[in-house]
């Protein structure tokens, strides 16, 4: 501690701080001089005693003599002055590492991580912002494809409406079924255009009842089709309400335009032809002999008054 006087130099080092200090008389400090030339070992010791007696002066531990023979012999020379610098500089430095040091909150200490750390930190990092990049990605997906679903559903429905008003304005403006004139009576045959019975809507025009004259034996039926029959074959049967009247007629010719739509062609003789109601069953086959479509129609002869 400064102030405090420091352990006397031991006897050995008496001889080089009386050197040090001008203390001996000039004889002696020529020989001391010549001897510590050529010895590298007194050399050393006096360079360490040099500093040693810098240390004491500036920590005050020479004794009243010593201190005033070292200002005086010493002090004068540059060297000397930077050897106190380097000493009283050296002194703070001891001073301060040895001073206890306050408390620091845990919180403010430093943390010696181990160097993965950084890696790991990074990877974390990284992770985290990938996750955040796809759920911004699929969110950003979501929307579009959302609507994109509901542009599709508005065009739909405007496309749904669009063909509901054209049907409606089709209701609207459809013709009237087309006039018929019914065919001429003759007297060897009856011919009649037939209408569907399930013929709902009235686009088809035909007879429903013909003057059956006596001893008429031969019938020509016009079956209009409200299908386009994609059958091999076309067959009817005809009978009456009591069905003693029975008759089977397979491939019928029929025909198909733009005009009329499509026909069928039932003629037969029946020489048991009489007034009364009659049923017609028309029935289409496809390729491979299966019922594709049926078709009723209905129609009555009367006798002549």
């Known amino acids: 501690m400064n102030g405090t006087p420091a352990t006397p130099f031991a006897s050995p080092d008496r001889e080089i701080i009386r050197y040090l200090l001008g203390e001996?008389?000039?004889?002696?400090?020529?020989?001391?001089e010549a001897r510590y030339f050529r010895d590298d070992a007194l050399f050393a010791q006096v360079a360490l005693l040099r500093e040693e007696l810098a240390d004491r002066y500036v920590r005050r531990q020479l004794s009243a003599a010593e201190k005033e023979s070292y200002e005086k012999h010493l002090l004068h020379t540059p060297a000397h002055h930077e050897e106190l610098a380097?000493?009283?500089?050296?002194?703070?430095?001891?001073?301060?590492?040895?001073?206890?040091?306050?408390?620091?909150?845990?919180?403010?200490?430093?943390?010696?991580?181990?160097?993965?750390?950084?890696?790991?930190?990074?990877?974390?990092?990284?992770?985290?912002?990938?996750?955040?990049?796809?759920l911004w990605r699929g969110q950003q997906r979501l929307q579009t494809e959302t609507l994109a679903l509901r542009a599709a559903q508005t065009e739909a429905a405007a496309?749904?409406?669009?063909?509901?008003?054209?049907?409606?304005?089709?209701?609207?403006?459809?013709?009237?079924?087309?006039?018929?004139?019914?065919?001429?009576?003759?007297?060897?045959?009856?011919?009649?255009?037939?209408?569907?019975?399930?013929?709902?809507?009235?686009?088809?025009?035909g007879e429903t009842e013909k003057i059956l004259p006596a001893h008429t034996q031969r019938l020509k039926l016009t079956l209009p089709l409200d299908f386009a029959p994609q059958a091999q074959s076309v067959s009817a049967t005809l009978q009456n309400m009591d069905k003693k009247i029975r008759l089977t007629l397979t491939r019928l010719p029929f025909r198909c335009n733009g005009a009329s739509g499509c026909q069928a062609f039932f003629e037969a003789k029946i020489p048991a032809l009489k007034p009364g109601e009659y049923l017609v069953e028309l029935t289409a086959v496809d390729e491979s002999d299966q019922q594709s479509a049926m078709v009723e129609y209905r129609f009555k002869l009367i006798a002549p008054p």
């Open 24 to 32: 001996m008389a000039e004889a002696e400090q020529d020989a001391f």
């Open 86 to 134: 380097f000493a009283e500089t050296l002194r703070q430095v001891l001073a301060e590492s040895t001073a206890p040091q306050p408390q620091r909150f845990w919180l403010m200490r430093p943390v010696t991580l181990p160097r993965w750390s950084l890696a790991v930190a990074t990877v974390l990092w990284l992770s985290l912002l990938g996750g955040f990049w796809w």
């Open 159 to 205: 496309r749904e409406r669009a063909l509901q008003e054209q049907l409606a304005a089709l209701r609207t403006t459809a013709s009237p079924a087309p006039s018929f004139t019914p065919l001429p009576v003759n007297e060897n045959y009856v011919a009649m255009l037939l209408k569907p019975i399930n013929d709902s809507r009235g686009t088809v025009a």
